[in-house]
C-alpha cells in the first residue's frame, strides 16, 4: 500500500467523483425515465409474455389460468366456424380497404395539391370526417345507408341503379362499412400524403414537363416514385388499423349481441375477441386469438418491408 | 405583328389557361367537397327534423317545422345523462391528457438532452413499441387492472398515460433536439439543475409540439369508444361516447335525437380543431415523419 505514490495512481478521493459522477449522470437520467421504464415492463413487456401463457391455458376469469397446452389453437383452426368466419370477414375488409383507401387518400392529397385559392377551406372539408367519434359516425351511416329510404340507396336510384342492401345485407354490409371508413378514415393518411407532396422537388416537375411529359406521365413517372416513401408508411399504418378494426363493426353489428350483422358478415378479429373475451370471459382462448393476430400482423408487416426493396425509393437529399 | 403584339398575347394565352385550370381546380375540389359534406348535412338536417320526417320518400331536404325541440329532447331525455355523461369525459380527457403530456416531457428530455449508458438501446425499444399492435397487450393488460381492483372505474384508462407513451416520447424527443444546445449548456454552467433546465427552459420552447401532443390525446380520450368499453360497467360512468351508444341501444328508431345528441357529442371535438386547426394539420403531419 505504502509503495504506491500519488505519482503512479490518483489518490481514492480524486477517483471516487469521477466514478460516481458517470453513475450520478446515470441515476439522474433513469429517475427521468422512470415512468417510462415502468410503462415498458407493466404494460407492455409483463402483458407481452403473460399473453404466450395464458394462450396455453383454460381461463375462465373466475377460476385462475389452467394448463391445456396447444388447445385453444387446436379448437381455433379445428372447432370454431366462427374463428373462419370472422379472419374471411378481415382478410376482405382489409384487402378491400387498404388498398382504397391509399388510392383516395393519394387522389385527395393531389387535388389539394393545386394551386387555388381557397385551398385551406377544402382541405378543411376532407378532414373534417375523420375527427368524428366512431359510434358518432357509425350511427349517422346507418341513417345515410338505410335499405329503403336511406340518402345513399335513394342517390342510387336517382341516378338508374339499383338499391343495395347496405348494413342488412350478407353481402353489402361490409361495402357499406368500407364506403364509410372512406369517409372517416383517410383524412390523417390524406395530410401525410399532402405533406409528402410538398417536398417533390418543383425543379424534377419542371424538368419532365421540358422533356414532354404531359400530367399523367409526371404523376406516373416522378411523383409518385418520389412518394412511395410515404406510400409506405401510410400501407402499414392502414394494415394495421384495419386489422383491428372494431368500432363500426361493433356498432353497426348490433353490438355482436346474436349475430354481427346479417349472417354474421360483420363479425371482424376484434370482435371475436371481444366476444370471447368480454362476453365469455374465456381469456386463455382470447389470448390464443390475439397472438395469432399478432403473429399475423407482424409477418404481413415484415413481408411489406421486405418488399419495399424493389418498390420503395429514398432519394438522396430526402429525409 | 410587332415583338409587343406577341408577348401581349402570350400573356393573354397564359391568363387564359390559368384561369381556365384554376376553373377546373375548383370545380374538381368542390364536385369532391360535396361529397364529404353531404353526409354532415344531413346529420344536421336529420337532428332537426320531427320523427316522421326521417325516412320518407321522396326525401325530406329541409325540415318542416325545424325541431331545435329535438336537442332539448335528447339532452335531457333520461337514457342520455348529458351533464353526467360530458362531466365523466371532461374529466377523462383532461386527466389522460395531462398525464400524457407531463410524463412524455420528462422521458423524452432524458433521451434528448442527458447521457447515460442504454441510452441507444432503450430508445431503440421505445421506437419498436411504436409499432406494437395493441391487441397483443389488451387481455393481459385487463386482467392486470381487474386484478388491482380498477375494472368499473377510469384508472385503466388514465393511469397509464401518465408513464408514457412511445410515439409522443419519440415526437417531443424530435422537437427538443432541434434546441439548440448551447442554451441548455448555458443554463447548466449557471448551475442550473436539469429539472430547472426543463422546466424553465425546454418547456416554453416546445409548446408548440406540446400543443399537438396535448390535442391528440384530448381527442384521442374524447372519442375512445373501445376503452370504456371494456373497463366500465355502469351507465353513470360512461362517457359521452358510450352514452350515446347507450342511448342508441335504447330507442333504436328515434333517429331524430340520436342524430342531434351525435352531432353535440362531436361538436367540442370540431370545435377544438377549428380552435387550433394549424396544430393539429401539423401534428398528424409529424405522425408521418415516422416512415420518412
Known sequence: MASITPADQPPVARRAPRLSKQLRRDLQAYLFLAPWLFSLLAFTAYPMIASFYFSLTKYSILNPPRWIGVDNFVTMFTNDPLYWKAVANTAYYTFVSVPLSIVVALGLALLLNQRARGIGIYRTIYYLPSLMPVVASTLLWLVLLDPRLGLVNIGLQAIGLPKLGWLSSADWSKPGIILMSLWTGTGSAMLIFLAGLKDVPSSLLEAAMIDGANGWQRLRHVTIPLLTPTIFFNLIMSIIASFQVFGPAYVAGDGGARQAGPLNSLLMYMLLIYRNAFRFFEMGYASALALVMFIVLVALTLAVVRSSDSWVHYEVGRR | ?292
Open chain 2, 1 to 292: 405583328m410587332t415583338a409587343h403584339e406577341i408577348a401581349a398575347q402570350v400573356r393573354r394565352q397564359r391568363l387564359l389557361y390559368r384561369t381556365l385550370t384554376g376553373v377546373l381546380a375548383h370545380l374538381a375540389l368542390s364536385g369532391v367537397a360535396v361529397l364529404f359534406i353531404v353526409p354532415f348535412a344531413w346529420l344536421i338536417v336529420t337532428s332537426l327534423k320531427p320523427l316522421n320526417q326521417v325516412f320518407t320518400d321522396p326525401l325530406v331536404w329541409l325540415p318542416d317545422p325545424v325541431m331545435w325541440s329535438n336537442y332539448q329532447e335528447a339532452l335531457t331525455s333520461p337514457a342520455f345523462p348529458f351533464m353526467r355523461l360530458l362531466g365523466n369525459t371532461v374529466i377523462y380527457a383532461v386527466a389522460s391528457t395531462a398525464g400524457t403530456i407531463v410524463s412524455a416531457v420528462v422521458v423524452s428530455y432524458a433521451f434528448a438532452r442527458l447521457e447515460f449508458r442504454g441510452r441507444d438501446l432503450l430508445f431503440g425499444i421505445t421506437l419498436a413499441t411504436m409499432m406494437l399492435p395493441g391487441i397483443v397487450t389488451l387481455i393481459p393488460t385487463y386482467l392486470l387492472f381487474r386484478w388491482l381492483g380498477w375494472i368499473g372505474t377510469y384508472l385503466p384508462l388514465i393511469v397509464p398515460l401518465w408513464f408514457g407513451s412511445a410515439f409522443n416520447i419519440f415526437l417531443l424527443r424530435q422537437f427538443m433536439m432541434t434546441i439548440p444546445v448551447d442554451l441548455t449548456d448555458a443554463a447548466r454552467i449557471d448551475g442550473a439543475s436539469d429539472f430547472t433546465i426543463l422546466w424553465a427552459i425546454m418547456v416554453p420552447l416546445i409548446k408548440p409540439a406540446l400543443l399537438v401532443v396535448g390535442l391528440f390525446q384530448f381527442m384521442a380520450s374524447w372519442n375512445d369508444f373501445f376503452g370504456p368499453l371494456i373497463y366500465l360497467d355502469e351507465a353513470s360512468e360512461y362517457p359521452l361516447v358510450l352514452g350515446l351508444y347507450a342511448f342508441r341501444t335504447r330507442f333504436g328508431v328515434q333517429w331524430h335525437l340520436i342524430m342531434a345528441a351525435s352531432l353535440v357529442v362531436t361538436f367540442p371535438i370540431i370545435a377544438l380543431f377549428f380552435a387550433a386547426q394549424r396544430y393539429f394539420i401539423e401534428g398528424v403531419t409529424m405522425s408521418g415523419l415516422k416512415g420518412s
